[in-house]
């Protein structure tokens, strides 16, 4: 969790979408845009909707329901 808390999420795609926003925020400063930077976080503007991470325990459930069992 200290990890999560100090470098950010764990989802790439999450990651990625920063990464791109802060980009275009950037070009539209430069540019005299007064755009906030969660205007350009496409997948992140409805916090209602977004998806919690899953815990360990939770991959370990699936893993385990999955596995297929040989006799």
Avoid: C, W
């Avoid at 005299?32 to 496409?42: H, I, P, Q, T, V």
């Avoid at 997948?43 to 297929?68: H, N, Y």
């Amino acid at each position: 969790m200290a990890y999560r808390e100090k470098y950010g999420p764990l989802s790439l795609q999450a990651r990625l979408e920063l990464i791109g926003a802060a980009q275009m925020h950037h070009i539209n400063t430069i540019h005299g845009g007064k755009a906030d930077l969660s205007e350009f976080m496409l997948f992140s503007q409805a916090e209602s909707k977004q998806q919690q991470e899953a815990s360990i325990d939770d991959v370990l459930v699936m893993l385990q329901a999955s596995a297929i069992k040989t006799p």
